[in-house]
């Protein structure tokens, strides 16, 4: 007598043989598979931000590649680790995308030591995004402040490009010092675009500085809100969310219609690792753009 | 459900048989603790003679087999300014015998996550559906309180579950393998007396549970408690070491690092099962640490078992099974911390 078990060989599922689509959550098996991306370029930002320009190399899966405002991908540097960064880039420019990244830990500062022509690994796009179809025919306010305006500059193209779609438009940007200010050659051409609002401010000023100086919710005191017609979008660090939206709930915004980006480690981007988990909520999964009425309500989100 | 009277002398031929052509791995006595109970693990065994099934419990879980400690989610081979990427999934089929219903209970939990939920995890469903899960009743263990969350029976999520009736299991088959299985040796079909006597050991066990636990609305009880002292107390013993994870069958959290040959020609994607107790569990790039105390850290391990695990899947994480209890080097067990939010409210 013998006993033969027939081996079940994941390899063979169809699932698995199907080109990798990350946006198809509830089918995608080949989860650790990645894009091989390589950067095209690199611009330095600031001493400490570096701005990526990758592109997928596989033509398919560069066409294929899609993601909306606001979601971000898992990049690789094989032999140093995977960090979750969101997509500073147009969503119509496909498997192009450009990550602005901070030099903070082990796998960034080797981003920011790499040349052109690295090769990377891109799984994503993962996570919720910035309800922009919702947001038509409405005021907006794209408010960030530090490194926020790297995940805002994503619905920040999408708002310039569909410019016909949206009426008042703000952009509100603060840094602490003005050599913390990003992407300062895109300054004038966002404020030359018809009818777009676009106000800086820096907390501590140099001798060079000659724009505003004071807390981001200064900008806040010249602008009128229609509450039935506006929406916001927030990005920045958490203390950051306490006061502009505070401050936007008392000019009378409601907060179903202000959408701030968490941020978390992140070791899957996929809702198995739990590191980013606040509560029993994912930042992963149900994030990282919530709602602020959805924040006010998970326990030390922010 | 089908069942069926499997002889013990059949069922030890049956595994002897299984042995030749699958890797077994079952209860094996390891050794003996302070107290002089006995120690059992999960283990590969080779004969049938190492096999313990009377075994109380294990001090791990048999979760390893599914979600080890370490594995290489993928391996690089590095040249010429470029890498190639490889990953592999396990296909070797495997048997685990004796797995109690509170572990089974486990897999399905973590089949909720790993199987059912968003971006299925391909390395869990290869060892998954290649393992053979052979089951059995037992009497309550020491400190177990699986009767109050349900999982001290199961009903799927094995192939083949023994219930001993002294010279022959009852024996619950689940799935088409677990049938041709069994169709091996000699079976029999189940008669009245024998259905009596099975619900006889059914009711006995059921009745010899010591360990009471409420947990009666115990996830809007945590959110009411979310400030109480009783996390203070038990946060101020916690040494967060991280073991009540680790030997936990149904946390499945971890973290992932990156390694690579002394010579940069090859690399490994490894992850490593991680604990939410420990110190830098939620801290992010730049050293901000969002649970940096013991204390908020214990309360969210027991938030993410009772209250967050309920929301998005209907049940609770925890079987039940108070290993992390035995386990704890600090004292910290469920019974204890439930009983004593319970008693908050009562106040």
Redesign the interface.
């Given at each position: 007598m013998s006993i033969e078990f027939q081996p079940y060989d994941i390899i063979k599922d169809t699932d698995m043989t199907q080109p990798i689509d990350f946006n198809q959550r509830n089918k995608l098996k080949s989860v650790d598979r990645a894009f091989k991306a390589e950067i095209t370029n690199i611009i330095r930002l600031t001493d400490m931000e570096k701005l990526f320009q990758i592109r997928i190399v596989d033509d398919a899966e560069r066409q294929r590649f899609t993601f909306l405002p606001g979601q971000f991908v898992m990049l690789q540097v094989p032999g140093y680790g995977e960090v979750p960064i969101s997509i500073s880039s147009s969503p119509s420019a496909k498997g192009h995308i450009e990550l602005c990244i901070r030099k903070a830990g082990v796998v960034t500062n080797v981003l920011h030591n790499a040349r052109r022509g690295a090769k990377v690994g891109i799984r994503g796009p993962f996570g919720t995004h910035f309800p922009m179809v919702q947001m038509h025919g409405s005021d907006v306010l794209l408010i960030a402040g530090g490194l926020g305006l790297a995940p805002l500059r994503a619905p920040m193209f999408y708002v310039i490009e569909n410019r016909v779609s949206f009426k008042d438009v703000h952009i509100l940007y603060g840094t602490r010092q003005p050599d913390q200010l990003l992407f300062r050659y895109q300054y004038e051409e966002w404020s030359l675009i018809d009818d777009i609002n676009l106000q800086i401010i820096v907390e501590r000023p140099d001798a060079t500085w000659a724009g505003r100086v004071g807390l981001i919710t200064k900008l806040l005191d010249n602008i009128t809100i229609h509450p039935e017609k506006t929406y916001a979008i927030v990005c920045g660090p958490p203390v950051m969310f306490k006061f502009v939206c505070g401050r936007l709930n008392q000019m009378g915004l409601p907060m179903h219609r202000m959408f701030v980006s968490l941020e978390r480690r992140m070791h899957c981007g996929m809702g198995k690792c739990c590191r980013c988990n606040i509560g029993s909520t994912y930042t992963c999964i149900d994030g990282p753009v919530f709602d602020y009425w959805s924040v006010m309500n998970l326990k030390e989100a922010i | 459900m089908l069942f069926k009277i499997l002889y013990k002398d059949d069922f030890r031929t049956l595994i002897e048989?299984?042995m030749?052509?699958?890797e077994v791995v079952a209860p094996k006595k390891v050794g003996s603790n302070a107290r002089g109970k006995p120690i059992h693990h999960y283990l590969p065994v080779t004969s049938f003679e190492e096999i313990d099934l009377s075994y109380e419990t294990t001090e791990y879980s048999a979760k390893t087999y599914f979600i080890p400690y370490l594995e290489n989610?993928?391996n690089?081979r590095?040249g010429d300014?470029?890498?190639e990427?490889e990953?592999q999934?396990r296909?070797?089929?495997r048997m685990i015998l004796g797995l109690h219903a509170c572990d089974i209970s486990g897999l399905l939990r973590l089949d909720k996550?790993?199987i059912h939920?968003?971006?299925?995890?391909?390395?869990y469903?290869?060892r998954r559906?290649?393992t053979?899960i052979v089951g059995i009743d037992h009497e309550p263990c020491e400190g177990g309180f699986c009767h109050a969350l349900g999982t001290n029976v199961v009903s799927h999520g094995f192939d083949l579950f023994l219930t001993d009736l002294g010279d022959r299991y009852f024996t619950a088959i689940d799935s088409d393998?677990g049938y041709i299985?069994l169709n091996?040796?000699l079976t029999h079909d189940v008669k009245e007396k024998d259905t009596k006597d099975y619900l006889d050991a059914r009711r006995r066990i059921s009745d010899a549970y010591t360990t009471h636990v409420n947990v009666h609305n115990l996830p809007n009880l945590l959110d009411i408690e979310?400030e109480s002292d009783v996390w203070k107390k038990w946060g101020a013993k916690c040494l967060s070491c991280g073991s009540c994870a680790q030997v936990c069958p149904t946390c499945?959290?971890?973290?992932?690092?990156?390694r690579?040959s002394m010579d940069?020609a090859s690399?490994a994607?490894v992850k490593q099962l991680?604990s939410?107790n420990l110190v830098d569990?939620?801290?992010?790039?730049?050293g901000h640490n969002?649970?940096p105390e013991a204390t908020?850290r214990l309360k969210?391990r027991y938030?993410?078992q009772h209250?967050?695990?309920v929301?998005?899947y209907d049940e609770p994480k925890c079987v039940g099974c108070n290993r992390c209890g035995r386990t704890c080097l600090a004292g910290i067990n469920p019974p204890d911390i439930i009983g004593e939010l319970q008693a908050e409210v009562r106040k």
């Open positions: - | 048989t299984a030749k052509s699958v989610l993928a690089y590095f300014e470029d890498w990427k990953i999934y296909f070797e089929p996550v790993l939920d968003k971006f299925p995890s391909p390395y469903i290869a559906k290649n053979l393998r299985l091996k040796v979310f499945y959290c971890y973290g992932v690092s990156e690579v940069w690399g994607k991680y939410c569990f939620a801290q992010v790039a730049g969002f649970r908020t969210y938030y993410h209250r967050g695990f929301e998005i």
